[in-house]
């Protein structure tokens, strides 16, 4: 009511997880603390609920068709077991996702098309990493698949085969600290699997991003991109 | 609620069908990313239905609930890209526009009128951090580099104004 008026250094936590500003172990410490502090679960669920009318503004966006079938199909039967519940909940949480994920890689290397020894090998044990690069419109335009054993990153261009003929796609990895390194020509609507040396490797990691310039049909003239970004996207563990 | 806590797919999807495009915004706004965002939009849809038993009617609306779901699956997903994503949008480096847009203006009325009118009474840094920080999912360390300020600075604007708006809307 006042300006004085200040928060508790507990109910400043929960607003503070409310309005999600805080950093992933931070908000890993507050959702264990919700669990087991019914208290704080109020007043972080109160917080949620005076901020949730800002979502009004938040234009609606249609999600594709196909995505209903797909959550129908991965519900579980509810039951009335709490413990099972909270059990499905976690796993859900984890697992489910995870799944998801697997899926969408699935789909990639269905989509590449590429030699069928991709497709038979046994899933890596380090975590495959993957990127949506997104154009203006908030489309995919390229995806990629990074597999840290075999050190190979698969990329398919989503751009319709033959589109402007005139210029090259080449596409970039960003490290954290904002250096672009150029890893080659994608064409068109095709796929590509690229072998990562030793310097290139380590760069394929989460954080880093990959990027696709528009070039002149050689290539970059300079170790960075001249022409415009078409797409970018983060490496994100799966 | 009720009809999808006691296991009726139905009722879910029934919801589905009236809150799927706003949730979905929710997460494309925090997301950007497409395929992330649809991914995040199935699990918000599976924590609605595990959990549908404990919503509250008397807390919240329908749509405040479920949209703080999908917000709070949207970060979680943000979060595994690093501490410091989306510190910089790709787009600009402004902070999220500060004036609400058309459809927002249509739905001025109740609640979010409410929250509105208590969010004018701060100053405008500390409404356009919190905008951001709602719309984008982003961390107090990502603000403080977007808006170049000490984080502390950042924090205290927020916990300031967050206090604030809790005393405007219990007035």
Redesign the interface.
């Known amino acids: ?3 004085g ?3 508790s250094p507990i109910e ?1 936590l929960a ?2 997880h ?7 172990p931070e ?1 890993a410490q507050a959702e264990a603390r919700m669990a087991s502090d019914p208290a704080f679960a109020v007043l972080v ?20 068709a196909r ?2 079938p ?3 199909r ?2 579980p ?3 009335n077991g709490a413990v099972l ?1 909270r059990l ?2 976690w796993r ?2 984890t697992v ?2 995870l799944g ?2 697997a899926a ?1 890689l699935a789909a990639v290397v269905f989509l590449a098309a590429q030699p069928p020894r991709i497709v038979e090998r046994a899933a890596p044990a380090a975590p495959m990493l993957n990127a ?1 690069l ?1 154009g203006g419109a ?3 335009m390229f ?1 990629a698949a990074y597999d840290p054993m075999r050190k190979m990153l698969l990329v398919t261009s989503l751009v319709p085969p033959g589109a402007d003929p005139g210029h090259a796609h080449q596409l970039w990895v960003v490290t954290a600290d904002g250096r672009s390194h150029s890893l080659g020509m994608v064409q068109p609507g095709a796929s590509k699997v690229m072998p990562m040396p030793e310097p290139m490797a380590p760069m394929m990691a ?2 880093s991003a990959l990027m696709v310039s528009v070039e002149p049909p050689s290539g970059s003239p300079m170790p960075h991109p001249t022409g415009p970004v078409a797409a ?3 490496l ?2 799966i | 609620m009720r009809r999808i ?3 009726e ?1 139905e009722a ?2 029934q919801l ?1 069908q009236a809150t ?3 949730l ?3 997460c ?2 925090i997301l ?5 965002a ?6 918000v ?3 609605i ?3 549908a038993d404990r919503y ?1 009617a008397g ?3 329908v ?3 479920t ?2 779901i999908a ?2 699956r949207a ?3 943000l ?5 410091l ?1 989306m510190a910089e949008p ?1 787009e600009d480096l402004e902070l999220a526009d500060d004036a ?2 058309a ?2 203006l249509l ?1 001025q009325a ?3 009128g ?2 509105l009118a208590c969010l004018d009474t701060l100053d405008a840094r500390t409404r356009q951090v ?2 951001t ?3 984008e ?5 990502a ?1 403080a580099q977007r808006t170049a300020t000490p984080l502390g600075t950042v924090k205290s604007w ?3 104004g ?10």
């Open positions: 009511m006042s300006q008026h200040e928060l400043a607003a503070e409310a309005l999600g500003v805080l950093t992933g908000r669920e109160d917080w949620r609920a005076r901020l949730a009318p800002l979502a009004a503004e938040v234009a609606s966006v249609e999600p594709p995505l209903w797909s959550i129908e991965s519900l039967a509810n039951d519940r499905r909940f859900s949480a489910g996702s998801v994920a969408s949506s997104m908030a489309q995919p995806v989460e954080g970018k996207g983060m994100t563990r | 806590a006691g296991g797919r879910l999807r589905y799927s495009a706003k979905f915004g929710v494309l706004r950007v990313d497409r395929d992330e649809e991914d995040v939009l199935q699990d849809y599976l924590t239905w595990r959990r509250d807390r919240a609306s749509i405040a609930w949209s703080a917000r709070n970060i979680d997903r979060r595994a890209r690093g501490p994503a790709v609400p847009g459809e927002a739905e109740g609640e979010h409410r929250l919190i905008r920080a709602f719309f999912g982003v961390t107090y360390e603000l927020i916990r300031r967050l206090a604030r708006l809790k005393g405007c809307l219990e007035a």
